[in-house]
């Protein structure tokens, strides 16, 4: 039973246009979303989290967008950059036990920017 | 520098050999974690530690150990490696406001 999916594969894009990266979950007890950013033959790095109390988070080109009611979440890359050619990983957790460590992943979607 | 480091980062070995792959990290995280990625199945958690001593499975725990002997260390166990177990394994460590931190990866073939 997957909690946490990224429904595309891949995505592919023009730079200098958006990428819009979606995640939907089935867990309402998660209150806490992440997004991941991985290149080939590196670890996983933290790009932009968003509390279940906002709708929204910002930081720079990035931006993450949660719909709490239709469980969805939404991240947004704008302006896009070839740099950005990678593959994304949704994540979310809850407040199991007194902490949100526990992260479960979507697939993940492979984003190309083209230049 | 903060960073999780793993090793070693390539391993080809042979079914049932016993093998260890180490993961430090320099950063006094108290929670640490092993996953493991395969193509179309994203990242999937293996086992997770709290804290020294206190280590618990994750969602595919069958066929790994763990041991959490001191807060920097968490190696993962392969006591008996099958070929199912090709694949590409993460280390992590969490801040306490929940960032992820990930080790660069080791890429294990079973053969």
């Known amino acids: 039973d997957q909690q946490v999916k990224q429904n595309s594969p891949s995505l592919s894009v023009q730079e200098g246009r958006i990428s819009i990266l979606n995640c939907d979950y089935t867990?309402?007890?998660?209150?806490?979303f992440l997004w991941y950013k991985k290149y080939p033959a590196e670890g996983p790095t933290f790009l932009i989290s968003?509390?279940?109390?906002?709708d929204k988070n910002e930081d720079g080109r990035f931006t993450v967008f949660l719909n709490k009611s239709a469980k969805h979440l939404s991240l947004h890359i704008v302006p896009s950059q070839p740099g950005d050619s990678a593959v994304y990983f949704c994540?979310?957790?809850?407040?199991?036990?007194?902490?949100?460590?526990?992260?479960?992943f979507g697939k993940g979607t492979l984003l190309t920017v083209n230049p | 520098e903060a960073q999780v480091t793993q090793n070693p980062r390539y391993l080809i070995t042979v079914t049932g050999k016993k093998l260890t792959v180490t993961c430090s990290q320099n950063?006094?995280?108290?929670?640490m974690s092993w996953y493991r990625q395969d193509p179309g199945l994203g990242l999937r958690q293996i086992y997770y530690s709290m804290n020294v001593e206190v280590t618990d499975k994750g969602d595919v725990p069958e066929g790994y150990k763990v041991s959490r002997k001191e807060k920097r260390n968490f190696p993962l166990i392969l006591e008996s490696p099958s070929p199912n177990q090709t694949s590409l394994y993460f280390c992590?460590?969490?801040?306490?406001?929940?960032?992820?931190?990930f080790g660069p990866g080791t890429r294990l073939t079973v053969l």
């Open positions: 968003i509390s279940s109390i906002k």
């Open positions: 867990n309402s007890m998660f209150d806490y």
């Open positions: 950063m006094n995280h108290e929670y």
């Open positions: 994540a979310a957790s809850w407040n199991s036990g007194g902490s949100n460590y526990k992260l479960t």
């Open positions: 992590a460590s969490n801040s306490e406001s929940n960032e992820q931190f």
